[in-house]
């Protein structure tokens, strides 16, 4: 990869050019002391029931000032382990309810009451524009299909950890409204002319929850668990020769290759590169993370398993400059809290969104749309192509691992009924794409072996590999509605041919669970979300299913570290032809949500085709006055 050019510099709100090249030999790596702030306050996690602090611990020369009081005041209600009993005051106004426990439970400590003691930040300005209306105040109530199984990015795929996480932790990219890739976390970076050196230089007004700024250090930290834990990030950290630390804002990624898609490999995605405190990481190794630290501007409050999961408005979170694009730009937090509730039934949450208990529902089946449409206070709408279901098969099952079964499986299915059983006429296409058509990335490559739909060549093909009625282990899911009714029909197709199968019927938690094991299940049917680009697309020999091929991971390479956009899209061809040719999963169709909700969400974010973010939405009806962070917009 010889395509030299200048560094470029990229910046919050766009990019232009420089002559000068970054020197790779100009700075030296430092050992920076991490600002660690639960040093001083020993016992912080000694009992994550109660807020205490043991005066004894501390050295009597020990003096704050006044930031640093208010950083430590807000570790103690951002840094509370997970495992043990958190802490909330559930009574009141706040919409959740009551504590269910029998003793009262202590107020947490809140670090921003007094506006004139704030930590420093800058304030948002005026408010204008789309935002010119928009009310401060009021708690969102999002109903989801069930319990996220971790709140750690890193260690799972799952859209409802990416849903409610995201709120929390933010990433070096995001994405724009036209899905390209834009600095978040930095407030430039260049690329050194030879495509071997990243230069960070991150935004200066960035804290964590707990109150201390993020750092360099902080990031590194990150990039190197993510690459330790999830195949893009070992795929990058394979090309990665050093990072270089220069000071606090500033870093250096040294590459051993060009690496051309280093900006969207740690970008926002399922399982992407979220930004932790290095003594989080540090404390929970490669374990899921227990103290949920992010400088998002919601922070975590608790997680009442079968009850809510809480966030609430980080109060000195200072928005990104320029404008709104996408998920990019300034995040307003303009809502009090955003409570999460787990609701696996779906006629529960159609009711509950009927009767106001729901502003919004994680998904609905097209089936429970005439339903919605009748009621006046829930707003009901079709959206662009989002994801697609596809049928993951175990490669390292003994019934899975003979090519011919899995061929077998994949001539069997007609997708046209299952798409319809599971969506309805009008929600899903047939495509055989693993990138959408709303992407530079769509091909029809392979698409002889999509929907063939061959009985008679199935039941021989499992004839000849010499299938002796062993039960296929379908796991499936009520939670996702959608996905079970698919399911019912790929198992009556799938005993058409001469399958035997059993279905064992499981929440998503659990499913999410269980598919780690490859000892325990041959087959389950999830949804691929959108992916704008192909590296975003899990198909490395790590990933659930485990399709292991030396050619294909030479090609997964290849198709990371190239520029160029003609060169990666002939490579990714291929991959797809791969795809088709071994039967790792199988791709049924691109479906449309329907999205429900009610009508007091304003600024609904639809500006994308991942999961939604609720920073800039705002509810009507609410008198609660704005934020003490200098922000002015509407009152209603």
Same mark, same amino acid.
């Given at each position: 990869?010889?395509?030299?050019?200048?560094?470029?510099?990229?910046?919050?709100?766009?990019?232009?050019? @420089?002559?000068?090249?970054?020197?790779?030999?100009?700075?030296?790596?430092?050992?920076?002391?991490?600002?660690?702030?639960?040093?001083?306050?020993?016992?912080?996690?000694?009992?994550?029931?109660?807020?205490? @602090?043991?005066?004894?611990?501390?050295?009597?020369?020990?003096?704050?000032? !006044?930031?640093?009081?208010?950083?430590?005041?807000?570790?103690?209600?951002?840094?509370?382990?997970?495992?043990?009993?958190?802490?909330?005051?559930?009574?009141?106004?706040?919409?959740?309810?009551?504590?269910?426990?029998?003793?009262?439970?202590?107020?947490?400590?809140?670090?921003?009451?007094?506006?004139?003691?704030?930590?420093?930040?800058?304030?948002?300005?005026?408010?204008?524009?789309?935002?010119?209306?928009?009310?401060?105040?009021?708690?969102?109530?999002?109903?989801?299909?069930?319990?996220?199984?971790?709140?750690?990015?890193?260690?799972?795929?799952?859209?409802?950890?990416?849903?409610?996480?995201?709120?929390?932790?933010?990433?070096?990219?995001?994405?724009?409204?036209?899905?390209?890739?834009?600095?978040?976390?930095?407030?430039?970076?260049?690329?050194?002319?030879?495509?071997?050196?990243?230069?960070?230089?991150?935004?200066?007004?960035?804290?964590?929850?707990?109150?201390?700024?993020?750092?360099?250090?902080?990031?590194?930290?990150?990039?190197?668990?993510?690459?330790?834990?999830?195949?893009?990030?070992?795929?990058?950290?394979?090309?990665?020769?050093?990072?270089?630390?220069?000071?606090?804002?500033?870093?250096?990624?040294?590459?051993?290759?060009?690496?051309?898609?280093?900006?969207?490999?740690?970008?926002?995605?399922?399982?992407?590169?979220?930004?932790?405190?290095?003594?989080?990481?540090?404390?929970?190794?490669?374990?899921?993370?227990?103290?949920?630290?992010?400088?998002?501007?919601?922070?975590?409050?608790?997680? !009442?398993?079968?009850?809510?999961?809480?966030?609430?408005?980080?109060?000195?979170?200072?928005?990104?400059?320029?404008?709104?694009?996408?998920?990019?730009?300034?995040?307003?937090?303009?809502?009090?809290?955003?409570?999460?509730?787990?609701?696996?039934?779906?006629?529960?949450?159609?009711?509950?969104?009927?009767?106001?208990?729901?502003?919004?529902?994680?998904?609905?089946?097209?089936?429970?749309?005439?339903?919605?449409?009748?009621?006046?206070?829930?707003?009901?709408?079709?959206?662009?192509?989002?994801?697609?279901?596809?049928?993951?098969?175990?490669?390292?099952?003994?019934?899975?691992?003979?090519?011919?079964?899995? !061929?077998?499986?994949?001539?069997?299915?007609?997708?046209?009924?299952?798409?319809?059983?599971?969506?309805?006429?009008?929600?899903?296409?047939?495509?055989?794409?693993?990138?959408?058509?709303?992407?530079?990335?769509?091909?029809?490559?392979?698409?002889?072996?999509?929907?063939?739909?061959?009985?008679?060549?199935?039941?021989?093909?499992?004839?000849?590999?010499?299938?002796?009625?062993?039960?296929?282990?379908?796991?499936?899911?009520?939670?996702?509605?959608?996905?079970?009714?698919?399911?019912?029909?790929?198992?009556?197709?799938?005993?058409?041919?001469?399958?035997?199968?059993?279905?064992?019927?499981?929440?998503?938690?659990?499913?999410?669970?269980?598919?780690?094991?490859?000892?325990?299940?041959?087959?389950?049917?999830?949804?691929?979300?959108?992916?704008?680009?192909?590296?975003?697309?899990?198909?490395?020999?790590?990933?659930?299913?485990?399709?292991?091929?030396?050619?294909?991971?030479?090609?997964?390479?290849?198709?990371?570290?190239?520029?160029?956009?003609?060169?990666?899209?002939?490579?990714?061809?291929?991959?797809?032809?791969?795809?088709?040719?071994?039967?790792?999963?199988?791709?049924?169709?691109?479906?449309?949500?329907?999205?429900?909700?009610?009508?007091?969400?304003?600024?609904?974010?639809?500006?994308?085709?991942?999961?939604?973010?609720?920073?800039?939405?705002?509810?009507?009806?609410?008198?609660?006055?704005?934020?003490?962070?200098?922000?002015?917009?509407?009152?209603?």
């Amino acid at each position: 990869m010889a395509n030299c050019r200048s560094t470029l510099v990229h910046r919050q709100r766009g990019c232009r050019r @420089r002559s000068r090249r970054v020197d790779s030999n100009s700075y030296i790596g430092l050992t920076m002391e991490l600002p660690i702030w639960i040093d001083r306050a020993p016992n912080l996690r000694r009992d994550p029931g109660v807020q205490t @602090r043991d005066t004894d611990n501390v050295p009597a020369q020990a003096s704050f000032d !006044r930031r640093s009081f208010l950083r430590a005041a807000a570790m103690l209600t951002a840094a509370i382990p997970l495992t043990g009993g958190l802490l909330s005051s559930c009574t009141g106004g706040n919409g959740i309810g009551s504590s269910t426990s029998g003793d009262e439970e202590p107020e947490p400590v809140d670090s921003m009451d007094d506006e004139e003691e704030s930590p420093d930040s800058t304030p948002e300005p005026e408010l204008t524009g789309e935002f010119a209306e928009a009310a401060f105040g009021g708690d969102l109530r999002i109903a989801l299909i069930d319990e996220p199984p971790t709140f750690d990015i890193h260690q799972t795929t799952t859209s409802t950890t990416a849903f409610v996480s995201w709120h929390i932790f933010e990433a070096l990219f995001t994405w724009d409204a036209d899905l390209s890739v834009m600095p978040e976390i930095p407030e430039e970076y260049t690329v050194s002319e030879d495509g071997l050196v990243y230069r960070f230089i991150l935004r200066s007004d960035m804290l964590f929850h707990d109150g201390e700024p993020l750092t360099a250090n902080d990031v590194v930290a990150s990039i190197e668990r993510w690459g330790r834990l999830v195949g893009l990030g070992q795929s990058l950290l394979e090309s990665v020769d050093r990072f270089v630390v220069e000071d606090e804002r500033t870093f250096e990624i040294h590459l051993t290759e060009p690496f051309g898609s280093l900006p969207v490999a740690l970008a926002r995605q399922n399982q992407g590169c979220a930004i932790y405190p290095a003594w989080v990481i540090e404390e929970d190794g490669d374990d899921p993370i227990q103290t949920l630290i992010g400088t998002g501007p919601y922070r975590f409050v608790e997680h !009442r398993p079968d009850q809510h999961v809480l966030l609430e408005r980080f109060e000195v979170y200072t928005p990104a400059p320029g404008e709104v694009d996408g998920y990019g730009g300034p995040k307003h937090r303009f809502l009090d809290q955003l409570i999460f509730i787990a609701v696996s039934d779906e006629a529960s949450r159609v009711a509950g969104l009927q009767a106001g208990d729901y502003d919004y529902l994680e998904s609905v089946s097209p089936d429970q749309i005439e339903e919605l449409e009748h009621t006046s206070d829930v707003v009901v709408e079709l959206d662009s192509a989002c994801c697609y279901p596809n049928l993951v098969i175990n490669q390292r099952s003994h019934l899975m691992q003979n090519h011919q079964v899995r !061929r077998a499986v994949q001539l069997a299915l007609d997708h046209e009924p299952v798409l319809q059983a599971g969506y309805g006429d009008g929600y899903y296409r047939l495509d055989p794409s693993l990138i959408m058509a709303e992407t530079p990335w769509h091909t029809r490559a392979g698409e002889e072996s999509y929907n063939v739909h061959d009985m008679e060549q199935a039941s021989q093909l499992l004839s000849d590999a010499g299938y002796d009625g062993t039960p296929v282990r379908f796991m499936v899911t009520q939670a996702y509605r959608d996905l079970y009714n698919s399911s019912v029909v790929i198992a009556q197709q799938l005993e058409d041919v001469g399958f035997e199968i059993d279905m064992q019927v499981m929440d998503w938690a659990t499913l999410s669970d269980r598919r780690n094991d490859p000892d325990i299940w041959d087959l389950y049917l999830t949804l691929a979300t959108f992916r704008p680009d192909p590296i975003m697309r899990n198909l490395t020999c790590e990933a659930t299913g485990w399709w292991c091929d030396d050619e294909k991971e030479e090609l997964l390479h290849l198709v990371q570290v190239e520029g160029n956009f003609n060169e990666r899209y002939a490579i990714w061809e291929e991959i797809q032809r791969m795809f088709y040719d071994q039967v790792p999963r199988i791709k049924l169709g691109d479906t449309f949500p329907v999205l429900a909700r009610s009508p007091r969400i304003q600024n609904f974010p639809r500006t994308t085709q991942l999961q939604p973010a609720f920073w800039n939405s705002w509810l009507s009806g609410d008198d609660t006055p704005p934020p003490s962070d200098g922000a002015s917009a509407h009152k209603r």
